[in-house]
């Protein structure tokens, strides 16, 4: 089974700032997707960013970006130039291989404010 | 990509009633989960729910306490049986296809059902 680990429950930063959420996970499959989903306080969830475990190079979505250490099993998200809609709730989550009929498995979060 | 949506959006109920909540897809789509989202908590799989078969639960939870039904492509219930305080949660919908933007890659959400229980 699969475990993801967010520990850091909240943070808070001043808007126009950089922020590091951290995310690691622990698996044995060798081929997975890793994400990042926002939870605003409307509850719907959005995709952030995904990562396929098999590429080198770590995505990138405008502001949004990864640092993804398949070996350290770590899966950071940066947040550059934040903004007051990036405040949320923010879930790293596991999915096996592609086609699999798993869902996703998801960590605990970690609550972003963005102060003006 | 897919837009989903929920009925209720949310509902207070009994304790000992059942209450059976939709979700929508606009588009049809193989795959459809169920996830619980307890206060103040992160989302736990229910169940996985591909028309033209049973089905499939996690541990923890059983089909007598929560029967989804999955008549078509783009329909699925779920009922929560019996229901507890503990029951008091937001329940999300989810959908993945191979045709939908990201393939079987990205996983789309419903707006989620809360559902408080007294």
């Known amino acids: 089974a699969q475990t993801v680990t967010q520990s850091q429950p909240e943070m808070s930063v001043q808007e126009a700032e950089t922020v590091t959420l951290s995310c690691t996970y622990d698996t044995s499959e060798n081929n997975y997707y890793l994400f990042w989903y926002k939870q605003p306080p409307s509850r719907q969830m959005i995709l952030v960013i995904r990562q396929e475990a098999y590429k080198q190079q770590n995505a990138t979505e405008n502001r949004f970006s990864v640092n993804f250490q398949k070996a350290a099993k770590s899966f950071s998200l940066k947040i550059s130039d934040s903004q007051l809609g990036d405040t949320a709730m923010y879930f790293c989550a596991f999915m096996k291989q592609e086609g699999g009929a798993d869902g996703l498995t998801f960590g605990k979060g970690t609550h972003l404010i963005i102060q003006p | 990509s897919a837009v989903i949506s929920q009925k209720p959006s949310r509902d207070i109920c009994q304790r000992g009633t059942s209450l059976t909540i939709q979700c929508q897809v606009d588009?049809?789509?193989?795959?459809m989960f169920w996830y619980r989202q307890q206060p103040g908590q992160s989302l736990t799989l229910i169940a996985t729910?591909?028309?033209?078969?049973?089905?499939?639960?996690e541990s923890g939870f059983v089909i007598d306490k929560f029967p989804i039904s999955r008549p078509n492509l783009t329909f699925s219930t779920l009922t929560v049986s019996n229901m507890s305080p503990e029951d008091s949660s937001i329940y999300l919908c989810?959908?993945?296809?191979?045709?939908?933007?990201?393939?079987?890659?990205?996983?789309?959400f419903g707006p989620g059902t809360r559902l408080t229980v007294l």
């Open positions: 588009s049809q789509v193989t795959m």
């Open positions: 729910a591909n028309q033209g078969s049973e089905a499939t639960y």
């Open positions: 989810s959908a993945r296809d191979r045709a939908l933007r990201g393939g079987y890659n990205e996983q789309f």
